[in-house]
């Protein structure tokens, strides 16, 4: 099932802050985030892990919460370059054996900045 | 180090026609997966491939099949194509663990008449 995303979409002065929220009913592995600029190819941000390792992206911070397959995002001190929309990629396990697992993107949060 | 390669870029086809999608992954990489993206959607996941196998398999019908290929590129099939099937069809590369970061490819842009 498709993670829920909100708010779908907002619009910020430069400098400002912005959390972009997700969440899925089923249990998870991790949860991925993306942005994609309009006319690209998604661009890999950040992964969150059970148990509370991050790999990521330096300026832009992100949380998980693993009992409520709950995460954050979260855009600080947001510059022209962070607009694009933002999906995040939840990590289930899957139904073909060990090791199979479906990455399942929500619809998306567009996200612009303006001077 | 080139990155995630795909083509044709564009592709026009009619109904009922059939159409191969071809990816080449980045290098080092072994898993290939498939995402649909309708205009203003988010990508909806097809299926991944992993040493030649399908590995799991999203909600699409029987008519889109893929293959990997023993040097981890792949290929998407559609057949019987339906006006419907019309979107961006991604190809993303990754290590295979669920906690690796998927490497898109600028897609495809299918537009079936």
């Known amino acids: 099932q498709q993670p829920v995303q909100s708010p779908q979409a907002v619009i910020l002065r430069e400098g400002e802050d912005a959390v972009i929220n997700c969440s899925s009913s089923?249990?998870?592995?991790?949860v991925h985030w993306y942005r994609q600029k309009h006319g690209e190819a998604p661009v890999f941000l950040m992964i969150l892990l059970k148990g509370g390792e991050q790999k990521g992206h330096e300026k832009i911070s992100a949380s998980f919460n693993e009992k409520k397959q709950q995460s954050s995002l979260y855009l600080t001190a947001s510059q022209l370059s962070y607009s694009g929309t933002y999906f995040c990629g939840t990590v289930s396990p899957g139904d073909s054996g060990a090791g199979s697992y479906q990455l399942t993107f929500g619809k998306g949060t567009k996200l612009s900045v303006i001077p | 180090d080139a990155g995630v390669t795909q083509s044709p870029t564009h592709l026009i086809k009619t109904r009922g026609q059939q159409v191969t999608l071809r990816c080449s992954p980045k290098?080092?990489?072994?898993?290939v997966s498939w995402y649909q993206q309708a205009l203003g959607q988010g990508p909806q996941f097809i299926f991944q491939?992993?040493?030649?196998?399908?590995?799991q398999r999203g909600n699409f019908p029987d008519r889109f099949s893929g293959h990997q290929f023993p040097n981890y590129s792949s290929e998407l099939n559609v057949n019987a194509l339906l006006l419907g099937d019309s979107a961006l069809y991604l190809c993303?590369?990754?290590?295979?663990?669920?906690?690796?970061?998927?490497?898109f490819g600028n897609g495809t842009r299918l537009t079936v008449t």
């Open positions: 290098s080092g990489h072994d898993t």
């Open positions: 491939y992993y040493e030649e196998e399908e590995r």
């Open positions: 089923k249990a998870l592995y991790s």
């Open positions: 993303a590369s990754s290590m295979g663990q669920h906690n690796s970061p998927l490497h």
